[in-house]
C-alpha cells in the first residue's frame, strides 16, 4: 500500500509499524526505500542496517542493502547525500565481508541459508569506493 502513496505520506505511515511489529525486516526494507526516495541518506541508512540486523545471514537483504546504498550515492545530485549514501554502503560492505570471512573460517558452520558474499556486493561497493570519505 506504502508504495502507491505520495513518498511523504508513504514514510509517515511505514514510521507507525515499529509500534506494531519489532523485529520486521520487511518493514526495515520497506522504511529504507521510503527514505531514500525522499533523500534522507542517514534515515535510509539507518532503516537497511536495521534490516539486516533483523537477519544478518540474508545475503540476499545485505546485497540488496549495498547495491541501493550505492546507487542513491551514484544517483544523488547533492555532493553531501552521495557521500552520506557511499559511506553508509561502505560500512555494511565492510560488516558484511567481515561476517562472511567469520562464517567462511569456521569449521562447522550452521550455513543453511548459505551464507557467503556475493559477486552483487562486491560490484555495487567497488562502484562507490572513489566517493567514500577518506578515514571511514
Do not use: C
Amino acid at each position: 500500500m506504502s508504495r502507491t502513496l505520495p513518498p511523504q505520506e508513504a514514510l509517515a505511515l511505514l514510521e507507525e509499524g515499529p509500534r506494531y511489529e519489532r523485529d520486521g525486516k520487511g518493514l526495515y526494507r520497506a522504511l529504507a526505500l521510503a527514505s531514500e526516495r525522499l533523500g534522507r541518506a542517514d534515515d535510509t541508512a539507518a532503516w537497511w542496517e536495521a534490516a539486516v540486523s533483523s537477519d544478518r545471514f540474508d545475503r540476499v537483504l545485505q546485497t540488496e542493502a549495498i547495491e541501493k546504498l550505492a546507487l542513491a550515492a551514484h544517483y544523488s545530485a547533492d555532493r553531501l547525500q552521495a557521500t552520506a549514501y557511499a559511506n553508509a554502503a561502505g560500512k555494511m560492505f565492510r560488516q558484511y565481508e567481515a561476517e562472511a570471512h567469520h562464517v567462511l573460517l569456521m569449521r562447522n558452520p550452521a550455513n543453511g541459508k548459505r551464507f557467503a558474499m556475493t559477486e552483487e556486493a562486491k560490484r555495487a561497493y567497488s562502484s562507490i569506493v572513489s566517493l567514500i570519505t577518506r578515514g571511514q
